[in-house]
């Protein structure tokens, strides 16, 4: 008895997972939900099998990549806003209102307007991810770069120390916690970017896949799509946390602390 | 005689907050303090002993009078001077042989042999050989002011100026740094202007404690502490010692307007 509840413990996830599924399947059965409303487990792995393993690495691919380049483009464009932000006040009383106007705009409804702009190619999706990504990881790095305790800001400039290496050797590490959880955010983020982008304009993709599936009432197909999205936003959130863990562990707690 | 190290001249500082009032921090501080003199700032919580401190770093600018250090008027942060702060505040990433290292780091942009050499000796000298490569997260708080102190002493500085730098540490091992102290400054003679909220610390440490006064902050008055170098526990043992300590509270406490 007693093991039967350590083991439970133990595999507390997987078990979770498991009873949902079964519970998922069991009330498709038992109220006899058409295919077309609401897919069943079993119904869905069945249309996983319609499509050939290429076709759906053709569309897992394009997706990724629009995640990837606009996931960069937002860590590119954001790393120098946050450190002008932090140096220099009057630029934070210039970008900053500019930053909060484009972060109050919802980016599914420009979405359309960036398409007409860009054209109907990989750019205006990229751009779409990066708008959407940027503005958190901005925030987060400006609190991260402000973070700083103020009595080694003293000792760098007690130093004249350069507002270079200061940067560097100082407010950078010490803006690493924060870099990682908005990282760790913004990836999730930049998957739904690419998923909008894809609604808006694509020929291949995850996101098209679900809606061209839902438009010819292929309810499990689109589902396949949907399970292969939350996997992928599974994956690259891990592979941050693993880089994290593996090249920057100082910054996290301790967990024996002494 | 010798001309003073470090010379106050009717120094005042006033700050201007954002809302433009104005708060006068310090006010008239004329302050002679000689070659390897200890003198210790003492006094009620914002009596501006801090900003003083900062003045004579050159990390702030006077508003009135004149700071100088070497007859020259102190307009920048100088070479002479190393810092101790409240807090250690050490870099969570780097190793303690690095921490104590880092200043060159952080002037040079890299660290030369002879540094790293210089950095090995002073763990040793403040009794961290065994832990040179540890983390500070793996430190005691008395072990990271440590290395803090180590840190302040890379380029041995003339002067050192100490920011209430045993105030976060247990009563313990508060002593334990005071001897440590005492015993660095005997082997490397510097002149130290030293913060502190501790009467028994100022009278077991310095050559003259200046008591300050607070709003706007004022010198109360200036002691010569009487002790005989060098000290040790025993002097906190001094007949004189206890009479002394009431007497710089009660000049500390009376007509002061708030902590």
Redesign the interface.
Same mark, same amino acid.
């Given at each position: 008895m007693h093991s039967l509840l350590a083991y439970a413990h133990r595999h507390a996830p997987l078990l979770t997972a498991v009873g949902l599924l079964v519970a998922w399947e069991l009330a498709c059965r038992l109220f006899a939900v058409p295919a077309y409303v609401f897919p069943a487990p079993s119904e869905i792995v069945r249309a996983a099998g319609t499509f050939t393993v290429p076709q759906l690495f053709g569309h897992f691919r394009s997706t990724v990549e629009v995640v990837i380049a606009g996931f960069i483009a937002a860590i590119a464009v954001s790393f120098p806003v946050a450190v002008m932000i932090t140096h220099s006040p009057l630029l934070s009383r210039t970008l900053v209102p500019i930053l909060v106007v484009i972060h109050s705009t919802p980016i599914v409804a420009v979405a359309p307007i960036i398409v007409v702009a860009l054209g109907a190619g990989v750019l205006p999706r990229v751009v779409i991810t990066c708008l959407i990504t940027f503005f958190p990881l901005v925030i987060s790095l400006v609190a991260g770069l402000r973070s700083t305790p103020a009595e080694i800001l003293e000792l760098s400039r007690s130093l004249r120390a350069s507002r270079n290496r200061e940067l560097w050797f100082i407010r950078m590490p010490f803006a690493v916690p924060y870099i990682f959880s908005a990282l760790k955010v913004c990836i999730t983020l930049a998957v739904i970017g690419a998923v909008v982008g894809e609604f808006v304009t694509a020929e291949s993709g995850l996101g098209y896949l679900i809606l061209f599936s839902t438009s010819m009432m292929k309810m499990p197909q689109s589902f396949v799509a949907l399970a292969i999205l939350v996997v992928l936003s599974l994956l690259l959130y891990q592979a941050i946390e693993r880089v994290e863990r593996r090249w920057f562990a100082w910054s996290l707690p301790r967990r024996d602390p002494a | 005689m010798e001309p003073p190290v470090i010379e106050l001249a009717g120094v005042g500082k006033t700050f201007i907050a954002s809302d433009r009032s104005s708060t006068e921090a310090l006010s008239g501080i004329d302050l002679g303090i000689a070659r390897h003199e200890f003198v210790a700032l003492i006094g009620p919580s914002g009596c501006g002993k801090s900003t003083l401190l900062?003045l004579m770093? /050159?990390?702030l600018p006077a508003s009135a009078g004149s700071v100088r250090i070497y007859r020259q008027p102190v307009t920048?942060?100088r070479d002479e001077?190393g810092?101790v702060?409240?807090?250690p505040?050490l870099?969570?990433?780097m190793s303690v042989l690095d921490n104590v290292a880092?200043?060159v780091?952080?002037?040079t /942009?890299r660290v030369d042999p002879a540094t790293l050499a210089r950095a090995r000796e002073l763990v040793g000298m403040v009794g961290l050989a065994d832990f040179i490569d540890k983390?500070p997260?793996?430190l005691?708080g008395g072990m990271q002011q440590r290395v803090g102190i180590a840190r302040s002493l890379l380029h041995d500085p003339d002067i050192l100026l100490m920011d209430e730098p045993f105030s976060a540490l247990d009563a313990l091992t508060r002593d334990e740094m005071s001897l440590e102290l005492l015993r660095i400054l005997r082997d490397t003679p510097k002149t130290v202007v030293f913060v502190t909220h501790s009467i028994p610390e100022a009278l077991l440490l310095a050559d003259r404690i200046v008591v300050m006064q607070a709003r706007p902050g004022r010198v109360r008055d200036v002691i010569d502490v009487p002790f005989a170098r060098p000290r040790s526990l025993d002097t906190l043992t001094d007949s004189r010692f206890n009479r002394m300590a009431n007497e710089i509270r009660e000049q500390v406490f009376t007509r002061r307007t708030e902590s």
């Open positions: - | 900062r770093a /050159g990390l920048e942060p001077i810092i702060f409240q807090r505040t870099l969570p990433w880092f200043p780091k952080l002037k /942009g983390r997260d793996e005691s």
